[in-house]
């Protein structure tokens, strides 16, 4: 009998898998599809030779993550590129803010009247960052916070909602690059606790960059993937799992699956029915002839790009898409740009992007026009770059990948107090009704994103539940 099955093969699957192996646990992980990855691969999407991530492509998180810190995934193959800068995000104007590894130079491109105001907030939690990180994803757990003062500051700035933290700014650029951070996890300015999100995304890139895996986000599944087998452990794809009894004799099972799935192969019935899955992404992967015709040069130096022209029109788009049932006018983008960086995801002189905007849960529009209108006010002419497109909707997203309910990429709405308690209200959000079940997603803490630690944290749990029965 094996001490634990893992299914799917996720960030946060591979993740929990390697903690186990490496505890000289026996395990075996099953993933549905015919490569591991998750929200972690690269594929042709649009022409041979451009290699696209259908989802995750920058990676603060993963950088920063205390689990993948951890493990000698260097060894493995994975490789991080950092383009000039980690993100920028321009104006109608021409001008850009930018999110730089410098604190000062980020502080200088929102102004003089805000450039103080940005280094007060930062600079106290960059000094302790590594610990902080700790504690932060690691909530909930059973062990105390290494640093809990620092983390009891953070909390007082990060757990009011953004437009809060960012009255001390008086200008509307450090506002709206703000608002930006914020917007990744497709939450509402003004919910709970989003003034931590921003203040990661930011404290992230300071500590560590924005960078892309070289390749393509494949490279961190595979490196995991790689570290897994040398540990003793077996990977399954192309391996659908319908009901536990699809599954060999184990003393733990361990999802890293959306929880309706969960409940609809362990047999909990309505047991998750309160966990609410949030807006969709709309999401395009181009072939470009050439290099984003971006009119502020600082966006042409960076991986990511932030695409809003103020916070109040970043906030209208995200309450169109999240409480207003309907697609935004002006969405809000999100959009990166391997090739800047990393010459080996498309041929000679050739560039691959992608950009998404936000629509409702389970949207059967097509937002292109809308998307690439936006995209011209900040990059005029860049329709005449365009090779190739692949547009997935939010059924797109859902086929490709099973835990986008709705296509909803965060795997759950990171919204109100589901962002900080998730799956359930619950100081034991990994445990399930079946003492021997456990969820690893992105649906349990610390949520959305590439850094394993769901899976890392799940795993915890696990082993202590294997040592319990001896």
């Avoid at 990676?59 to 993948?68: G, R």
């Avoid at 995000?89 to 730089?100: I, K, Q, R, S």
């Avoid at 389970?362 to 005029?380: H, I, M, N, S, Y």
């Amino acid at each position: 009998m094996l001490d634990a099955v893992v299914v799917g093969a996720g960030p946060n699957g591979l993740t929990a898998a390697v903690e186990l192996a490496r505890r000289g646990f026996s395990v075996a992980l099953f993933e549905a599809r015919d490569t591991v990855g998750g929200g972690a691969r690269t594929e042709e999407l649009t022409l041979p030779g451009f290699r696209h991530d259908p989802c995750s492509a920058a990676h603060p998180l993963a950088v920063n993550s205390p689990a993948f810190r951890a493990m000698p995934l260097e060894r493995y193959g994975l490789r991080w590129l950092h383009a000039e800068l980690p993100m920028a995000h321009p104006f109608p104007d021409g001008t850009a803010a930018v999110l730089a590894r410098s604190v000062a130079e980020t502080a200088a491109s929102f102004g003089p009247r805000d450039a103080g105001a940005y280094r007060r907030l930062v600079e106290p939690f960059l000094t302790k960052w590594d610990t902080l990180v700790r504690d932060f994803m690691s909530l909930p757990s059973s062990g105390l916070p290494r640093d809990p003062l620092t983390l009891a500051r953070f909390g007082l700035a990060g757990l009011p909602p953004s437009t809060w933290l960012t009255s001390r700014f008086r200008d509307e650029r450090a506002r709206t690059l703000f608002a930006g951070l914020v917007a990744h996890v497709m939450a509402p300015l003004n919910g709970v606790a989003t003034g931590a999100v921003g203040l990661v995304f930011a404290l992230s890139a300071h500590a560590r960059g924005w960078p892309l895996a070289r390749g393509g986000s494949q490279s961190i599944s595979d490196a995991l993937a790689a570290y897994l087998t040398d540990l003793g452990g077996s990977i399954h794809t192309d391996y659908e799992v319908k009901r536990l009894d699809d599954l060999p004799p184990a003393r733990a099972y361990v999802f890293d699956t959306s929880p309706t799935a969960l409940a609809r192969i362990a047999g909990f019935g309505r047991y998750y029915d309160g966990f609410r899955y949030g807006p969709a992404a709309f999401k395009i992967d181009y072939a470009l002839d050439g290099p984003v015709p971006w009119t502020a040069p600082e966006a042409r130096a960076a991986g990511t790009v932030q695409i809003g022209a103020n916070s109040a029109e970043i906030g209208a788009a995200l309450r169109a898409a999240s409480r207003e049932g309907r697609a935004p006018d002006r969405p809000f983008l999100i959009t990166v740009q391997p090739s800047v960086v990393d010459p080996t995801r498309a041929p000679e002189g050739k560039h691959v992007f992608w950009a998404y905007g936000h629509v409702p849960n389970g949207w059967t529009g097509d937002l292109t026009d809308v998307l690439e209108a936006q995209l011209e006010r900040f990059a005029p002419g860049f329709r005449d770059r365009v090779l190739a497109r692949a547009v997935a909707g939010p059924a797109e997203l859902a086929a490709r990948n099973a835990n986008y309910v709705g296509g909803d990429i965060a795997t759950g709405a990171a919204s109100g107090l589901q962002l900080l308690l998730r799956p359930k209200l619950s100081l034991f959000p990994y445990g399930t009704p079946h003492p021997a079940v456990f969820l690893c997603s992105s649906a349990t803490p610390p949520g959305p994103g590439v850094h394993g630690m769901s899976g890392h944290n799940a795993a915890k749990a696990v082993w202590r539940h294997l040592r319990r029965q001896g």
